[in-house]
T-cell receptor, first 115, second 114 residues
């Protein structure tokens, strides 16, 4: 089983609908992240969480919200989806600071299409 | 803040040849780490190589090596003996202790020609 699991893998939704992307991890990491990938723009940080009670906005948080239900679970919601939120979404985890702990471990990604 | 710039949107290399992907970064932190990630068509993000900024020696992982020029804030990836399986999108990334987040470049799509 994958260490970082995202559901769903692919999703098509209509403009205005609420949608939740889920992420769970078995690595025991405190830090979790949501990124969005668009062609030509790379990966951009939406939200991040250093522990269950610590949630922070990233560079492109408008139109998104998150919930850290447990150390292992971090979900991303689009309250009212719009077409320019069509993208590939990644959840990632990391252990923390220090040379060996900064590597990010990624889920398989969720391809979201808003029509 | 920190930024990562990849100026080559696409590159190609003949199988068995060597290719170098460029990356420049900017951070005001002294404690930082640099990464190259590979994203094949499966879209899974895979760590290729990591460099600690405090280490002068360039990191090497089998056919992959980096040229870390700290003063120039340059971090290029060299792939030797290119293989068809190396075809992917490659992302350069930077993590700094003060910023505590990873910033990614825009990616370079590598094509390997048989």
């Amino acid at each position: 089983d994958a260490d970082v699991t995202q559901t769903p893998r692919n999703r098509i939704t209509k403009t205005g609908k609420r949608i939740m992307l889920e992420c769970s991890q078995t690595k025991g990491h405190d830090r979790m992240y949501w990124y969005r990938q668009d062609p030509g723009l790379g990966l951009r940080l939406i939200y991040y969480s250093f522990d269950v009670k610590d949630i922070n906005k990233g560079e492109i948080s408008d139109g998104y919200s998150v919930s850290r239900q447990a150390q292992a679970k971090f979900s991303l919601s689009l309250e009212s989806a719009i077409p320019n939120q069509t993208a590939l979404y990644f959840c990632a985890t990391s252990e923390g600071q220090g040379a060996a702990n900064t590597e990010a471990f990624f889920g398989q990604g969720t391809r979201l299409t808003v029509v | 803040a920190q930024t990562v710039t990849q100026s080559q949107p696409e590159m190609s290399v003949q199988e068995a040849e060597t290719v170098t992907l460029s990356c420049t970064y900017d951070t005001s932190e002294s404690d930082y780490y640099l990464f190259w990630y590979k994203q094949p068509p499966s879209r899974q993000m895979i760590l290729v190589i990591r460099q600690e900024a405090y280490k002068q020696q360039n990191a090497t992982e089998n056919r992959f090596s980096v040229n870390f020029q700290k003063a120039a804030k340059s971090f290029s990836l060299k792939i030797s003996d290119s293989q068809l399986g190396d075809a992917a999108m490659y992302f350069c990334a930077c993590y700094s202790g003060g910023y505590q987040k990873v910033t990614f470049g825009t990616g370079t799509k590598l094509q390997v020609i048989p």
